[in-house]
């Protein structure tokens, strides 16, 4: 065997070191070394580098405890409190909550049309005899057709044509529902539209808002117009956006995207000033009603006024104003005045039946027989006389019917 220690050989059963005194028994305490021989340096369990960086962590632990300890906490609703409260609740659970939820993105103007302007429709309607009778604009609101427009854009009307934005021809099935005094209504479209717009809600819309409008014009399809809302108006909203006739039953937009109103009017006596309807006034009528046809919903509305109905006496050298008729197409489309007399007296019992347009004569007949049927009436005063001025003695007796239709 060998010392541990001094490496001497000794023998086996030696129990102490013959060189260095050093016991050879495991877990026996060493003797004194023996006189004159220095006992040996024990080796260290631990080197003293090991030591330094064991004691340098710990140093830096227990700085960093400190100063944790001693932080301040952010006062409640900071944005290192909302931070810290949002990192602690997404450890939590087992889905990240996020800090502020996105808004609804804005869309230019361009992005507007581009996406939407298929959506629109160009209305054309016709009479009863198959003339046309006016233009006007619509949108689709629904894939089975649904569209909405202006009551007075379908006044009247027998059929109806319409224009898709992209091009697509179709026509009007019927009105679903209708409201004269708000000037609102809902039809059916046939083809399926490709594009449907999305109603947003007009009770948001305040002034200075930004709006954009898509209408057809004088027939000038898919026109758009950016402007601001001028105004609320019992309810109306004034707009900058520039419209003209043709424009009525358009679309008004919000800055997402989203209409909010129906183009219906404009002041031509004032500078820009345009109106339309809010769309939250038409979602009452969107309840999927059958629709009826458009010659049902004229009769409906047609109103007949007599102007003469029966007999009267026209004296010698007189003229006989049998009444003024005002038409106002804001209020009544296809007027039309329409009616036979007969006329006896005198030696040939002629007289003059005369329709005036502002002062200026625009029908007349002088026989004991006439007819008239004077039709699309323009918006004025006109006024049905009976003329006997050509007779110098003798009056006329005038036996007739004659009327004023319009839809009302």
Request: aromatic content about 6%; some cysteine; glycine content about 10%.
């Amino acid at each position: 065997m060998f010392c541990l220690q001094c490496g001497t050989e000794l023998p086996d059963d030696s129990q102490f070191c013959r060189k260095c005194g050093r016991s050879l028994a495991v877990g026996l305490t060493p003797v004194a070394p023996t006189a004159g021989i220095p006992p040996a340096s024990p080796k260290p369990l631990v080197s003293a580098g090991f030591l330094a960086t064991t004691c340098g962590v710990l140093v830096v632990v227990v700085i960093w405890g400190l100063s944790t300890a001693w932080r301040p906490t952010p006062p409640s609703g900071s944005v290192e409190s909302r931070q810290s409260n949002a990192i602690s609740n997404a450890g939590s659970s087992d889905q990240s909550v996020p800090l502020t939820s996105s808004a609804p993105r804005l869309l230019s103007p361009k992005e507007i049309y581009q996406s939407e302007s298929a959506g629109m429709i160009l209305l054309e309607t016709y009479d009863d005899e198959g003339r046309q009778r006016g233009l006007g604009s619509g949108f689709v609101v629904s894939s089975d057709g649904t569209a909405i427009t202006n009551y007075h854009v379908i006044r009247g009307a027998s059929r109806a044509t319409v224009k898709f934005g992209d091009g697509t021809v179709g026509s009007v099935n019927g009105v679903a529902s209708y409201d004269k005094n708000r000037d609102l209504a809902v039809i059916q479209v046939t083809p399926p539209p490709t594009t449907v717009l999305e109603i947003g809600d007009s009770d948001g819309v305040q002034v200075g808002d930004k709006v954009v409008a898509i209408g057809s014009p004088l027939g000038l399809q898919n026109t758009m117009s950016v402007g601001i809302v001028s105004a609320l108006r019992n309810g109306v909203i004034q707009m900058s956006d520039p419209i003209s006739p043709g424009s009525s039953g358009g679309a008004v937009f919000d800055v997402h995207g989203k209409v909010v109103a129906v183009a219906v009017a404009q002041m031509v006596a004032g500078q820009n000033l345009n109106f339309a309807i809010p769309v939250n006034w038409a979602k009452p009528y969107l309840n999927g009603q059958s629709p009826r046809p458009l010659s049902d919903v004229a009769a409906e509305n047609t109103v007949t006024e007599s102007v003469l109905n029966g007999s009267v006496s026209i004296p010698a050298q007189q003229v006989q104003n049998l009444g003024t008729i005002t038409v106002n197409p804001n209020t009544m489309s296809n007027a039309e005045v329409h009616g036979q007399i007969s006329s006896t007296g005198g030696l040939d019992g002629k007289i003059t039946l005369a329709l005036y347009f502002q002062g200026q004569p625009i029908f007349s007949c002088r026989e004991t027989t006439c007819q008239i049927h004077q039709t699309n009436l323009n918006a004025g005063i006109y006024t049905v006389i009976l003329d006997n001025r050509m007779s110098p003695i003798f009056a006329r007796t005038v036996t007739g019917q004659i009327s004023l239709k319009y839809v009302r």
